[in-house]
């Protein structure tokens, strides 16, 4: 089976409304470099691709069959305080504020603008999740 480099077995896959300001969100507030943008005549986005650390996600402007749909992302990250506050100044909203969790992870949440759920976690062990 081949995967192109940058993409998992699984991939994320965004339908939102405003897929530029999205793209910009996740470059801003998550270190995300755009690698793709592909748009359609009308120039809204068909497909924008942005690579998060070892991810690839996707997203295209909804519409028609596919209408914006949110979903919950758990994103790895070297700093949760300053992804978070990275995340806050761009518009997100507070779900849940960061805190050391008792299986070792640092973390916190917040909600997009397009309603997706992202829990920004710092792993503090160099071990798999498992009882303490």
């Known amino acids: ?18 897929a530029d300001g999205f793209a910009s969100f996740l470059v801003k507030a998550f270190g995300g470099t755009e690698v793709l943008r592909t748009t359609r005549p009308d120039g809204r986005i068909a497909n924008v691709q942005v690579r998060i650390g070892t991810t690839t996600l996707m997203a295209s402007e909804a519409g028609g069959a596919y209408p914006p749909m949110p979903c919950a992302c758990y994103l790895y990250v070297e700093d949760a305080d300053a992804s978070m506050r990275r995340a806050l100044a761009e518009g997100a909203t507070l779900e849940m504020a960061v805190a050391d969790m008792p299986y070792g992870n640092r973390q916190g949440g917040v909600r997009d603008a397009w309603g997706n759920l992202w829990w920004i976690s710092q792993r503090l062990v160099p071990a798999p999740y498992g009882p303490a």
């Open 1 to 18: 089976m081949y995967i192109p480099e940058g993409f998992g077995t699984v991939t994320p896959y965004f339908f939102v409304d405003d």
